[in-house]
């Protein structure tokens, strides 16, 4: 079954606590990309990545860092979370053909208090 | 700059009403892609429909429908006979082939189905 797997689901985690969050597809998808969704503002993208070792910002990069050692892993990095960075965040995956959208993870409800 | 605006930020409608879910967005480029998004209660994201540019046809799908506009820059959303299970946010999403892999999401419509 084709899936982008996302975890943890829900973390509460403090502040200055380095944490991270994982993402893993099995589609052999080239594109990458990890966004946030805060109330009012839709999705707003964090980071993307078109393959291996690949990455660049989105619109919103400050307080991230993401890596892709691996075409099917891309991982979201928080080195010292802040209260603003509580939100929910999906990761997203797509084919490198232009018409196609992207399939998202389940999310992860981040809380940094 | 690109831009998506879904004006409507939460509506309530009585089961069986057709209502419609507006979108109207802002680009410089003479191809792109547009979108819509469903986030159920559960909070996952579900593809609903894609449409490039350069394709006017309205596209229906059961219940749903899709109406076109480059003229307005709008790309409308209508569920025809709501049902309860069609409570969700609603995102129209706009992604332009000289920004790379990004797509630009409007802020969402909150839909309830009431019985």
């Known amino acids: 079954e084709a899936q982008v797997t996302q975890n943890p689901r829900y973390l509460i985690t403090v502040t200055g606590k380095k944490l991270t969050v994982t993402c893993s597809q099995n589609?052999?998808?080239?594109?990458m990309s990890w966004y946030r969704q805060d109330p009012g503002l839709g999705l707003r993208q964090i980071y993307y990545?078109?393959?291996?070792?690949?990455?660049d910002k989105g619109d919103v990069p400050e307080g991230y860092k993401v890596s892709r050692k691996e075409k099917r892993n891309f991982p979201l990095i928080l080195e010292s979370p802040s209260p603003n960075q509580t939100s929910l965040y999906f990761c997203?995956?797509?084919?490198?053909?232009?018409?196609?959208?992207?399939?998202f993870g389940s999310g992860t409800r981040l809380t940094v208090v | 700059a690109q831009k998506v605006t879904q004006a409507q930020t939460e509506i309530s409608v009585v089961e069986k009403e057709d209502v419609t879910l507006d979108c109207v967005y802002e680009?410089?480029?003479?191809?792109?892609?547009l979108f819509w998004y469903k986030q159920p209660p559960s909070g996952e994201l579900v593809f609903l429909i894609r449409?490039?540019?350069?394709?006017?046809q309205n596209e229906i799908s059961g219940r749903y429908s899709w109406n076109f506009q480059k003229s307005t820059s709008s790309f409308n959303f209508t569920i025809t006979a709501s049902q309860v299970v069609d409570s969700a946010v609603y995102f129209c999403?706009?992604?332009?082939?000289?920004?790379?892999?990004?797509?630009?999401f409007g802020p969402g419509t909150r839909l309830s189905v009431l019985p």
């Open positions: 997203a995956t797509k084919t490198a053909r232009e018409f196609y959208g992207y399939t």
């Open positions: 589609m052999n998808h080239e594109y």
């Open positions: 990545s078109m393959n291996v070792e690949v990455t």
């Open positions: 680009t410089r480029d003479t191809t792109y892609y």
């Open positions: 449409r490039n540019s350069f394709d006017e």
């Open positions: 999403a706009l992604r332009q082939t000289n920004y790379g892999q990004n797509f630009v």
